[in-house]
């Protein structure tokens, strides 16, 4: 299959941030928080310009430290923006996210990398970082969601048990229905991107299956791990 990658001009760029602007032009219309959306499109903007020039140098290294610093400033910044919104943050509960993505984050990436894909060499950046990328990013969304409900459902005076089993139901919603959506709804990035590199449909389903596999065991482990952590807060069970 040929290739049909091709590569975008700027006036490209601009016309892509259309649906965007219609979306904060809406949200600040109706109050709903638009200096919080354009400061993080503007992040988003320059964030991934600025990693676009830096993964040309770590793609390109051949030292396992400067890998293991990459995974570890991933797992340092996904931690912190998991706890964007709770309302009372604290040293003891980013502690508590930063070893619930860990453990959940690096336990699936060793294996789908080692065990799966046999990545060699085992740090090979062009597999590692983007692997650990969705993983870790999977894991943060799951488990800032299921803080910020279990911090709700304890406001309303829920027992241990039945709040973390709402904030866990709660917290896998949205990993669930991109299993229901995968292949009738929605191609997922890694799977169009291979696909417009010229790759195999089957074979990029078979990439994305591991994906898929992987989001959802380290999005569903890292919640559990971080709301076992927690029951501390509650006076009952």
Do not use: C
Not at 47 to 54: A, D, F
Not at 75 to 90: E, G, H, T, Y
Not at 111 to 124: D, R
Not at 141 to 159: H, K
Request: charged share 10%; no cysteine.
């Amino acid at each position: 299959m040929e290739s049909v990658t091709t590569g975008i001009p700027l006036q490209g760029l601009a016309i892509a941030f259309i649906p965007m602007g219609i979306a904060i032009a809406i949200i600040f219309r109706w109050s709903a928080g638009g200096n919080t959306a354009v400061y993080a499109a503007l992040r988003m903007l320059v964030q991934l310009l600025l990693i676009g020039y830096v993964l040309v140098y770590i793609f390109d290294t051949e030292n396992p430290i400067v890998i293991a610093g990459v995974l570890v400033f991933m797992l340092v910044a996904s931690s912190w923006i998991a706890i964007r919104p709770l309302p009372n943050k604290s040293i003891r509960t980013y502690s508590e996210v930063l070893f619930a993505i860990s453990a959940a984050g690096l336990f699936t990436l060793a294996l789908v990398s080692q065990a799966v894909l046999n990545v060699e060499p085992w740090f090979s950046p062009r597999y590692l970082v983007p692997l650990a990328g969705m993983i870790f990013a999977g894991a943060m969304n799951t488990v800032s969601i299921a803080a910020e409900r279990l911090v709700a459902e304890q406001a309303l005076g829920r027992g241990y048990v039945e709040a973390r089993r709402s904030a866990f139901g709660a917290a896998l919603i949205p990993i669930t229905n991109s299993l229901f959506a995968v292949g009738l709804v929605s191609l997922p990035g890694m799977m169009t991107g291979q696909i417009l590199s010229g790759v195999s449909p089957l074979v990029a389903a078979k990439y994305q299956i591991v994906v898929m596999t992987m989001m959802f065991g380290a999005s569903g482990i890292a919640a559990a791990i971080y709301l076992s952590l927690r029951r501390h807060t509650f006076n009952n069970s």
